[in-house]
């Protein structure tokens, strides 16, 4: 029938991760034979299923031989703070002599450490100390990242984090999504005046920012070191007047009921959630609003409180798996190791860590293109040397990848290897040549 693809995945084993199958894996295309397949064209899926039911004459500029390797969504980080001046490494050396982080940020050290840093640094230099740290998450499979602001805390530098965060998507070949984190901390200039800055956020800096098309979601962090309830919820309301989701730093260090204030705006995710009560977790799962697990946080700062995940599962809240990617409680550029930390730090299974890290990172975003493999859907694929999907989780340190493919390109650890295979006149590429 002529079909034309450009690109064809043969001889995969597919985790689709959709809900199609009651199984969380769901529809495990060709799992016993590695007979699946995937055709591509202009960035999207257009053909999935067995290798051995593809239309008769079917073709494609490029046809890849999986060799029975793995194919999963690209992975999918939907909390990080990648963006960022300097580092605190000093500060985790004090607080490895005991000192605790809130103490550390009630000194005057902590975010507002890396504000400094950050403020010093123009968008380039943004861009070059980020860079290395996105690539290496990029290394993993993942095509997709939120990228926060809050480490400039004033227009102009929370308008360089996000131009810096936009540049990177250009240059490192992955979807970005922008949250406004404004409401990080109470910056120096406003000492003592948090609802003064909140104002000030309201009034000066997210109207500009949301008029550049510079946000694509509002944050904050609820917590005693640093905003009310009252106040956030001033800035949600404003935050919706711009049309902009929200989502919320909740219940990381205390219980402050952000979780529930995040879903009374219909939010999109509140995140960390250690300290999550029970109508924290019911206002959650009667919003639909998505809990993100931070496991990176909660190992870095040796936090002995786990989230309640027993009961977030109980009440069918989606759970999603992130790196919180960050200078001061989480430096993590792993989303693989964040998937093993979820599983052994939280007891999630390894099945869940995986929809953590793609379907449910998706939903946490609000994009409903991408996080499964379905016909329609973003070509946004992971390939991986591995012979269960749960070896993502299981691994620590190691990156099986093989493959990624970003919006239908093919890169990965063995694209200069693809052309040496192209000139010796072979069409067919092996993740394992
Ligand atoms: O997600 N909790 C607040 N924000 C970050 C930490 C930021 C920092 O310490 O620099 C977090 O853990
Ligand atoms: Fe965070």
């Known amino acids: 029938m002529g079909n034309s693809w450009d690109l064809l995945l043969r001889r995969a084993r597919i985790a689709t991760l959709t809900e199609a199958d009651d199984a969380l894996l769901g529809a495990e295309l060709g799992a016993e034979h590695g007979d699946a397949a995937i055709a591509v064209a202009g960035g999207h899926i257009k053909w999935i299923g067995k290798d051995s039911a593809l239309p008769a004459g079917a073709s494609a500029v490029r ?118 984190l404004g409401a990080h901390a109470v910056p120096e200039e406003y000492a003592g005046q948090p609802d003064a800055f909140i104002d000030h956020l309201i009034e000066d800096v997210l109207p500009v920012l949301a008029d550049e098309g510079l946000i694509d979601a509002v944050d904050a962090f609820c917590e005693t070191i640093a905003f009310t309830t009252e106040q956030v919820d001033r800035l949600f309301v404003a935050a919706g007047k711009y049309g902009l989701p929200v989502k919320l730093h909740a219940e990381q260090l205390s219980d402050q009921g952000g979780a529930a204030l995040v879903a009374k705006h219909q939010g999109l995710s509140a995140d960390h959630l250690e300290y999550l009560s029970q109508s924290g977790v019911e206002a959650m799962a009667k919003a639909g609003t998505v809990a993100v697990l931070l496991p990176g946080a909660f190992y870095f700062l040796r936090e002995t409180q786990r989230p309640p995940i027993a009961a977030l599962r109980q009440a069918g809240v989606p759970m999603a798996v992130a790196t919180d990617c960050n200078p001061g409680s989480s430096p993590l550029t792993s989303p693989l190791l964040a998937m093993n930390l979820a599983c052994v730090c939280f007891g999630l299974t390894a099945a869940e860590a995986l929809a953590g890290m793609t379907r449910e990172a998706a939903r946490a975003l609000g994009l409903d293109d991408r996080g499964t493999l379905a016909v329609g859907q973003r070509a946004d694929l992971a390939l991986w040397n591995v012979d269960r999907p749960a070896e993502l989780a299981y691994g620590m340190g190691h990156n099986p990848l093989a493959l990624r493919v970003f919006q239908g390109v093919v890169e990965g650890p063995m694209v200069d290897r693809q052309h040496a295979v192209e000139d010796s006149g072979d069409p067919v590429l092996s993740p394992r040549l």
């Open 63 to 180: 046809e890849i031989d999986c060799e029975g390797a793995w194919l999963t969504p690209g992975l999918i980080d939907c909390h990080t703070h990648v963006v960022y001046g300097g580092n605190r490494s000093h500060e985790f050396e004090r607080r490895l002599e005991g000192i605790s982080y809130e103490q550390i940020a009630r000194d005057g050290g902590g975010i507002r450490s890396t504000v400094k840093a950050t403020r010093d640094a123009s968008v380039e230099q943004l861009v070059d100390q980020s860079a290395p740290r996105l690539a290496r998450m990029r290394a993993e499979g993942l095509t997709t990242v939120e990228i926060k602001s809050g480490y400039g805390l004033d227009l102009a530098s929370e308008r360089r984090m996000l131009r810096a965060a936009q540049w990177l998507a250009e240059s490192q070949h992955v979807s970005v999504r922008t949250s406004f």
